[in-house]
């Protein structure tokens, strides 16, 4: 894929995988613990934006991966509404809301021009090697 070895090395797992611990140290840090919904769902989001990237990057082919980054762009915006959930039951600050809203539509932007990327790429994927 795109000269990676590894989902690993992509920005954009990166990115995710920096977006869910930072979810996670405000659920363990603030009284979004005692909201169990709301903290088991944006967990679960957050954590499956992460997952989608790899799994798509381990399918092995350009067009399965764009079809899991398209899965992965869905987690990230239902994280977003999450996050503004969690803001508007006072769960984060709004210095943090607008930090962390920041960084997710970042991400989203990256996963967007990745998923372009591969759409325009000559290669289809490394098990088509």
Do not use: P
Request: proline share 0%.
């Amino acid at each position: 894929m795109a000269h990676f070895e590894t989902f690993e090395e992509l920005e954009i797992y990166k990115l995710a995988r920096v977006q869910c611990q930072e979810i996670w140290k405000i659920i363990i840090t603030t009284n979004l613990q005692q909201d169990y919904k709301l903290r088991d769902q944006i967990n679960g989001s957050s954590g499956s934006v992460m997952d989608n990237i790899a799994e798509g990057f381990g399918r092995g082919g350009n067009r399965e991966f764009i079809q899991f980054l398209g899965y992965s762009r869905g987690s990230n915006n239902e994280t977003r509404a999450q996050l503004q959930r969690c803001f508007d039951r006072e769960h984060i600050s709004k210095e943090t809301f607008k930090v962390l809203y920041k960084e997710s539509e970042i991400l989203n932007k990256q996963i967007s021009k990745f998923m372009n990327y591969l759409k325009k790429s000559e290669r289809k994927g490394f098990k088509y090697d």
